[in-house]
């Protein structure tokens, strides 16, 4: 059974902290997908990064970094430097190739405060 | 390019009444999902329609249901409305070509009284 695990809540950082969201995941699957999703508050879902199984390397974005690490089954996010913008709920989610059923882990909501 | 349109944003019924969402994915996209986000279930996947036909589906009663119609819009039906459908209903597109990037509409509250 596929399963995402995002054991952090709530986190609150003061502006200009780096920060880290965990994500576990589990899967039978040797291929899948794996994402993060921004939820502000107006709502809607934005897409931020997708990786596949076979590729592990760790991959930047501005401010944004992945880490992703088979061996332990993780898919972690960094924000560097970060803004009161990015204050929002973070979902990691998997999704098995083949299939469009996108398992989400519960979020992260993230503070950042000025 | 217009991103996904949700109708309506807001809509309030009561218990043992349907209701019916709407969702106009990005022009080209042909696959449309649909979530359900409440605070104590989370992200929880519908159902998935390509091509007229339901591809995938979750774990949800029968009450839930939808379809898409040949120009990629879909819609979702609940009947006999509980508490507990109320919930932020997510429409999400996708090309359905790899990779799977969704696309999410800004939802639909529905609020059950």
């Known amino acids: 059974a596929q399963k995402v695990t995002q054991a952090q809540t709530e986190i609150s950082v003061v502006e200009k902290e780096d920060v880290t969201l965990d994500c576990v995941y589990e899967?039978?699957?040797?291929?899948?997908?794996l994402f993060w999703y921004k939820q502000p508050p107006s709502g809607e879902l934005v897409f931020l990064i997708r990786?596949?199984?076979?590729?592990?390397q760790n991959e930047i974005s501005g401010r944004y970094s992945w880490n992703f690490q088979k061996s332990t089954s993780s898919f972690n996010f960094t924000i560097t430097a970060s803004q009161v913008v990015d204050s929002a709920v973070y979902f990691c989610?998997?999704?098995?190739?083949?299939?469009?059923?996108?398992?989400f882990g519960a979020g992260t909501r993230l503070f950042v405060k000025a | 390019k217009a991103g996904v349109t949700q109708t309506p944003r807001y809509l309030i019924k009561t218990r043992g009444q349907q209701v019916t969402l709407s969702c106009s994915p990005i022009?080209?996209?042909?696959?449309v999902s649909w979530y359900q986000q409440t605070p104590g279930q989370g992200l929880q996947f519908l159902f998935e329609y390509f091509s007229e036909t339901q591809r995938n589906k979750g774990n949800f009663p029968g009450r839930f249901s939808g379809r898409q119609f040949s120009n990629s819009r879909s819609e979702m039906n609940v009947s006999t409305l509980e508490l507990g459908d109320s919930a932020l209903y997510l429409c999400?597109?996708?090309?359905?070509?790899?990779?799977?990037?969704?696309?999410f509409g800004p939802g639909t509250r529905l609020t059950v009284t």
């Open positions: 999400a597109s996708t090309n359905r070509g790899l990779p799977y990037e969704q696309y």
């Open positions: 989610a998997l999704s098995e190739t083949g299939g469009f059923k996108t398992i």
């Open positions: 899967t039978r699957d040797t291929t899948y997908y």
């Open positions: 022009s080209g996209h042909r696959s």
């Open positions: 990786r596949n199984s076979f590729d592990e």
